[in-house]
């Protein structure tokens, strides 16, 4: 783990895996344009607290009054997240993503300056947080929720999106944009050497887990300019991916780099998730044709017994409709859609097989040739 401690002159190259000293916006300036996959941004929050905060029984709450948190206004805000958001953006490969997260006092301010900004936004994400801190005062709800917001550096842009990887994180279900994880305690806890927070807006682990699991690949470069206690760096590690923090506080740095050190890195084989249906190669069902996988004539059978047969250009033709796959079981099920990859059998050694399988014999071949 190395520290840039001289920051006068431009990297010649990335610095991987390095905590770098300084602004955000400066150190961002720095590096060289369109050369990272996802940042993960965990802006100050302009809390504007006014006061101490007791409980019930008269204890402080450690809460985040610290300075790299007060701003003198909301237009001052706003000036220091277009700006940062720009230096951000200029660093997004063109198929690059965003996450940023907040709360109800900065996200909504947050959320208008990324469209502003050219970003296109895919979700937001309530992280809702299942042992979230009581209102002592009993004047508002309680604040049991964080907001994040997802973003592509440009709409239209191809982005990295596991959905199948986070499908079988959630037990075979399609990912929501709620999410149920706990804040940090216990021993995922960071403490100083006077058994105080390290640092008071520690994120666990959990989350980054999911988010870099979901939204990049192994070797990926994965930046954060407000890295703290380092928990992207240290996810980003043990998931094989690449990372770039940049932190101006030396106490918060050294914090990140001892808890990054300790973190092994999984093996390759660990690192694999399950691959989404969207990036695998396009194969039309002409191609099944062509190849004499299927032959024109053949018969294919429904599920409930319905029949159609090959055309020499790839279509189906049954009693009631003719046209591609998709087209004619929809017909036949009175449907607006079917996916015919899935609903069509053929037969082959007594056995009925689906036509998906000879489109994956295909794509099987195309990843090894």
Not at 9 to 19: G, Q, Y
Not at 309 to 337: F, M, N, W, Y
């Amino acid at each position: 783990m190395k520290t840039k401690t001289d920051t006068r002159a431009a990297p010649a190259a990335l610095p991987l895996d390095t905590i770098l000293a300084g602004d955000c916006i400066e150190e961002m300036n720095r590096l060289p344009e369109a050369s990272v996959d996802l940042i993960f941004a965990d802006p100050p929050y302009n809390l504007q607290l006014k006061g101490e905060l007791h409980r019930p029984d008269n204890s402080k709450v450690d809460a985040v009054d610290d300075a790299w948190d007060q701003f003198s206004s909301f237009a001052a805000y706003d000036a220091f997240t277009r700006e940062w958001l720009a230096a951000a953006r200029r660093l997004l490969k063109p198929d690059g993503a965003i996450w940023v997260i907040g709360s109800y006092h900065n996200i909504f301010r947050v959320g208008a300056a990324l469209q502003d900004a050219g970003y296109w936004i895919l979700n937001d994400v309530i992280w809702r947080k299942s042992n979230p801190m009581p209102n002592f005062r009993g004047k508002r709800l309680t604040n049991a929720h964080e907001t994040m917001i997802w973003a592509s550096k440009s709409e239209g842009a191809k982005y990295t999106f596991n959905y199948e990887a986070l499908k079988a994180l959630n037990e075979g279900v399609q990912m929501r944009s709620d999410w149920v994880l706990p804040i940090c305690s216990g021993g995922e806890r960071l403490k100083d050497a006077n058994g105080d927070k390290a640092h008071p807006t520690q994120k666990p682990q959990a989350l980054l887990h999911r988010v870099l699991v979901g939204s990049t690949n192994p070797g990926d470069v994965v930046l954060d300019p407000f890295f703290g206690s380092g928990t992207t760096g240290a996810v980003a590690r043990m998931l094989g991916r690449r990372f770039i923090g940049i932190e101006r506080d030396a106490g918060y740095r050294r914090i990140a780099e001892d808890r990054i050190a300790r973190i092994r890195p999984l093996d390759r084989a660990a690192l694999e998730v399950t691959g989404s249906k969207r990036a695998e190669p396009r194969i039309p069902f002409g191609q099944l044709v062509e190849r004499g996988l299927l032959r024109p004539g053949e018969v294919l059978t429904g599920p409930r017994g319905q029949t159609a047969r090959v055309r020499a250009d790839g279509t189906l033709i049954s009693d009631v409709s003719k046209g591609s796959i998709h087209q004619v079981g929809a017909a036949l099920e009175g449907a607006p859609s079917c996916n015919g990859w899935t609903y069509w059998h053929f037969r082959r050694e007594g056995q009925t097989v689906p036509i998906d399988f000879l489109r994956q014999q295909l794509r099987a071949e195309l990843a090894g040739g």
